[in-house]
T-cell receptor, first 111, second 116 residues
Framework: QKEVEQDPGPLSVPEGAIVSLNCTYS??????FMWYRQYSRKGPELLMY????GNKEDGRFTAQVDKSSKYISLFIRDSQPSDSATYLC???????????FGGGTRVLVKP | NAGVMQNPRHLVRRRGQEARLRCSPM?????VYWYRQLPEEGLKFMVY????????ESGMPKERFSAEFPKEGPSILRIQQVVRGDSAAYFC??????????????FGPGTRLTVL
């Protein structure tokens, strides 16, 4: 079983819809959580970084962490075709340095 | 303010040759990480280095792979005697410091290695 599970998609939504992404993890040692966006043949770009359980909002993006359920989410409001990409969740253990990634969810926003 | 730089962006090698991948971290960053992304797979950690030190190489294959981050110059990931299974995208990330995982890593554009 993978430490971090993420539905590969693809997830297809119409422009303007809310995109909902999530990851589950099995190891409670993970304490810090990130979401990266990766366009085709490009490097991952950091979108959100969270630590505590709860919500964090940045523009059209909202990240949620539920440590009790070992579940994290990313919501993208008012989605645009330029949001079409692969979204990767990643996490780090306390006092750790290496990111553990989910497999990524491919998102397609149709005009 | 340049981000993480990697070169070459594309590298083609024949089986048995050596591949050298270079990474220059963001200005002010002294921590470098290498990750590999195999086709249809997620990113996997390989190695974490600080200047002149390998801190964590738990993700490195036991043979043929090595990494360094010298006092001067870029970090180098070296793959000796490449095989077709080494074909992947190799990403470098850097961070300014690493304190209990609170730090964030910024990624370069990657080097795509193709082994013929």
């Amino acid at each position: 079983q993978k430490e971090v599970e993420q539905d590969p998609g693809p997830l297809s939504v119409p422009e303007g819809a809310i995109v909902s992404l999530n990851c589950t993890y099995s190891n409670s040692a993970f304490q810090y959580f990130m979401w990266y966006r990766q366009y085709s043949r490009k490097g991952p770009e950091l979108l959100m970084y969270t630590y505590s359980s709860g919500n964090k909002e940045d523009g059209r993006f909202t990240a949620q962490v539920d440590k009790s359920s070992k579940y994290i989410s990313l919501f993208i409001r008012d989605s645009q075709p330029s949001d079409s990409a692969t979204y990767l969740c990643a996490m780090i253990k306390a006092a750790g340095n290496k990111l553990t990634f989910g497999g990524g969810t491919r998102v397609l926003v149709k005009p | 303010n340049a981000g993480v730089m990697q070169n070459p962006r594309h590298l083609v090698r024949r089986r048995g040759q050596e591949a050298r991948l270079r990474c220059s971290p963001m200005k002010g960053h002294s921590h470098v990480y290498w990750y590999r992304q195999l086709p249809e797979e997620g990113l996997k950690f390989m190695v974490y280095l600080q200047k002149e030190n390998i801190i964590d190489e738990s993700g490195m294959p036991k043979e043929r792979f090595s990494a360094e981050f010298p006092k001067e110059g870029p970090s180098i990931l070296r793959i000796q005697q490449v095989v077709r299974g080494d074909s992947a995208a190799y990403f470098c990330a850097s961070s300014p410091f690493a304190v209990g995982g609170a730090d964030t890593q910024y990624f370069g554009p990657g080097t795509r290695l193709t082994v013929l």
